[in-house]
């Protein structure tokens, strides 16, 4: 009788074994989970080409304010920051202020010394906050670094066919989106700071589209985790105790 129990029970278990291994996802499942990763790159792109430029504020002095036919001014980004002259002849006739930056103009860009050195930079007489400048910086890469460690996530899942890299790869792309949005707001502090460093030139600031594309890539983000989630919910666990209606007493 020991041995008949010993025997029946190694053939349960390789039965469970055996059931746990063909219990993969199928093709309908592989194609949403390729959907949601499709979300999640676009979100990626946006990320690391709003990162990639100087354009996330822009602060224009008054056009006027030289007294002659060009006028100042700067836009930068996490890295680099760029001082353009513009000519006023070009500027809307109902712009107070110069710019836009896309007018035809001489730039003088430098990378900042924020990563280097520690120096804050001077833009306009008014002087950057340094640490505000570091976090924002800081929280980018390392939403970049989950980025890639959810997309290792979803290579494993799809080339390995099991739902269980989803977990990781959710959280990876949701915490990815809040440090975005974090660095967005971080660097927003900043550049208030930078215009209550120093009031002597008169400036008009606003944000650009870099930022604009940085804050839809934190919003696609947390939103392809969360889809990442709802195709793990069908996998969960309780789900397989549940009775099932066909079931006999």
Sequence with gaps: ?????????????????????????????EGKIKLAFFVAIVGVTLTVLGMGTEFWVELAQPKHFSGNQTCQMAHYGLWKGCIRTLWVADIDPERTSCGPAELPGESNCTYFKF????????????????????????LALLSLTMMVMGSICIGMSLSKGVIFFLKPASFCFILSGVL??????????????????????????????????????????????????????????????????????
Excluded: Y
């Design 180 to 249: 975005v949005l974090l660095s967005v707001l971080i660097f927003h502090q900043s550049v208030l700071a930078l215009l209550s460093s120093d009031h002597s030139i008169p400036l008009h600031h606003e944000l650009s589209w870099s930022v604009a594309c940085v804050g839809s890539a934190g919003a696609i983000l947390i939103f392809g985790g969360f889809l990442f989630i709802i195709l793990v919910l069908p996998f969960s666990p309780w789900q397989k105790c549940l009775p099932h209606k066909n079931s006999t007493t």
């Design 115 to 138: 990563f280097t050195s520690g120096e804050n930079a001077v833009i306009f007489k008014k002087t950057t906050s340094r640490n505000l400048n570091l976090a924002a910086a800081v």
């Design 1 to 29: 009788i020991m041995w008949s129990n010993f025997f029946v029970q190694q053939e349960e278990d390789g039965r469970f074994r055996g059931q746990r291994r063909t219990n993969k996802m199928s093709d309908s499942q």
